[in-house]
Nanobody, 128 residues
Framework: QVELVESGGGSVQSGGTLRLSCVAS????????MVWFRQAPGKEREGVAG???????IYADSVKGRFTISRDIAKKTAYLQMNNLKPEDTAMYYC??????????????????????WGQGTQVTVSS
């Protein structure tokens, strides 16, 4: 079973930056789609950014131009670089992964129902 461990959350002021990391415990990491979700208090979990096995990226409209997802295959790590943070970005951020048996994940979607491997989350708080 793949395990994911997130880190990098914290408290920043509006306009600040953070970089989240998600380390995976699998030697077949390159075959997985990796996605960052977030959940604010009282709100539903939403997809933020995703990257597939070919490093194609997708983003939620609310973070386009501010957030960048990337992955380091050798380090089995996905990153979420968050710039120009806003108070509305305050949430618990979760890393999730989806593998395809015997193949690679060639299309990433921000649909949480597709992901069965989740990290424990890391809190991001942005103050105005």
């Amino acid at each position: 079973q793949v395990e994911l461990v997130e880190s990098g959350g914290g408290s920043v002021q509006s306009g600040g930056t953070l970089r989240l990391s998600c380390v995976a415990s699998t030697n077949t990491y390159s075959r997985y789609c990796m996605v960052w979700f977030r959940q604010a208090p009282g709100k539903e979990r939403e997809g933020v950014a995703g990257i597939d096995s070919f490093s194609s990226e997708i983003y939620a409209d609310s973070v386009k131009g501010r957030f960048t997802i990337s992955r380091d295959i050798a380090k089995k790590t996905a990153y979420l670089q968050m710039n120009n943070l806003k108070p509305e970005d305050t949430a618990m951020y979760y890393c999730a992964a989806r593998g395809v048996a015997g193949s690679v994940c060639g299309r990433v979607r921000l649909d949480q129902t597709e992901y069965n491997v989740w990290g424990q989350g890391t809190q991001v708080t942005v103050s105005s």
